[in-house]
């Protein structure tokens, strides 16, 4: 087939929020943690005056887990080293004295976003940082991104502020955080999508991630013997989604890692279907652990699996604590052979869709993770294909 030479949709990846990255400590390449050590220590030397140091790339798997110890004796001020998964960081002392939820030094999910938001560049550092982030992905290839989770009216004011000086280099759908639900500039930011920006839907983070141990699942986790976490229950769920869908975000997006979250989510969704609500659209973001029984339920729902070929990576370091259930990690080939919709995006590990079309046809582990360059690339919502 030919690739048509226009763009890529990245239907799952956080620009407004990443882009901090450009000026905190990105560590992210390095192997072992003692060259993450050493690169800390260069990034503290060339921005001495900073009250708060974050750096991102923490990977538990070629870094372990770094002691308190080492992360005190880096810097006297606040150091927040954020999880390749964003969900958790780990904290010297001086930042868990300025952040609760710290259990150990380790803070995760309902805490951690906290932090997360606590800590975001605001509108006018988000006017500078979103451009330059946005040069970044055009390069990629993107030119169409589903922000994940906009949890600030300053992401959402950078947004319109850019698109209305005719800066927003890269068409932009949001959506949100449930904690913007209450603020009345929410309502009219949804009533009034500008030529580049719009917001659609609520984000609502039903578990977490495998690398933290917080994805929900059936099965205990092999090493720590426990089975994740749900941060709603099926009732919050539903009375989220119906309150965002009164404001006009027409289209729920929840997060699901684990195969009891993704159960989770069916049940949510069936219930507000069985209220009356039409649930075809509706986003289940990763979908990573599928159990086959629940495909023919997304198939009946409409309901839309946003996924990551490049969680693939998953398969070379969490045998440790899924074991066979490995096998239930995006399941491609039985959910497009059941007539599902799938939608690809990169969650930005990495940005950009190169590395996940390499894993979704060249390093599956099964047949069932397995799919062809053209699925791929329609997964991707390269125009013109679907
Ligand atoms: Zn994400």
Known sequence: MNIPDSGYTDHHTHPSSRCRILTECDARAAATWDEARTMIAAHIVANPTRDLYVVHGWNQSTWGTPAQADLDALTDVGLVVINVSYHGALL?????????????????????????????????????????????????????????????????????????????????????????????????????????????????????????????????????????????????????????????????????????????????????????????????????????????????????PVMQPNFHWDLDHYGDRLGDNLRLINPFRPLLDAGVKILFGSDGMPEGPKVGIEYAMNRARFPEQQITLEETLIAYGITGLD
């Open 92 to 304: 010297n002392t001086a930042a868990a004295e300025k952040f609760p939820g710290t259990i150990g030094h380790l803070v995760s999910e309902k805490d951690f976003e906290e932090l997360a938001i606590e800590t975001l560049p605001k509108c006018d550092d988000l006017l500078v940082a979103i451009p330059k982030y946005h040069e970044y992905l055009s390069t990629l290839g993107v030119v169409s991104a589903h922000d994940m989770h906009v949890a600030t009216m300053d992401q959402i004011d950078a947004y319109r502020e850019l698109d209305r000086r005719g800066e927003l280099a890269i068409d932009t759908t949001a959506f949100v955080n449930a904690r913007l639900l209450d603020d009345p500039r929410l309502v009219e930011a949804v009533a009034n999508p500008s030529p580049r920006f719009r917001v659609a839907g609520l984000k609502l983070f039903l578990d977490g991630a495998i690398g933290v141990h917080t994805a929900f699942v059936t099965e205990p986790y092999l090493d720590t013997h426990g089975h994740g976490m749900l941060r709603h229950s099926k009732d919050e769920c539903v009375a989220l989604i119906k309150k965002s869908l009164t404001l006009g975000l027409a289209t729920p997006a929840i997060h699901a890692i684990g195969d009891a979250a993704v159960a989770t989510v069916l049940d949510v969704y069936e219930e507000l279907k069985a209220d009356g609500h039409d649930t075809r659209g509706w986003r289940i973001e990763h979908c990573e652990m599928v159990r086959p029984n629940d495909i023919p339920r997304i198939l009946a729902l409409g309901a839309v």
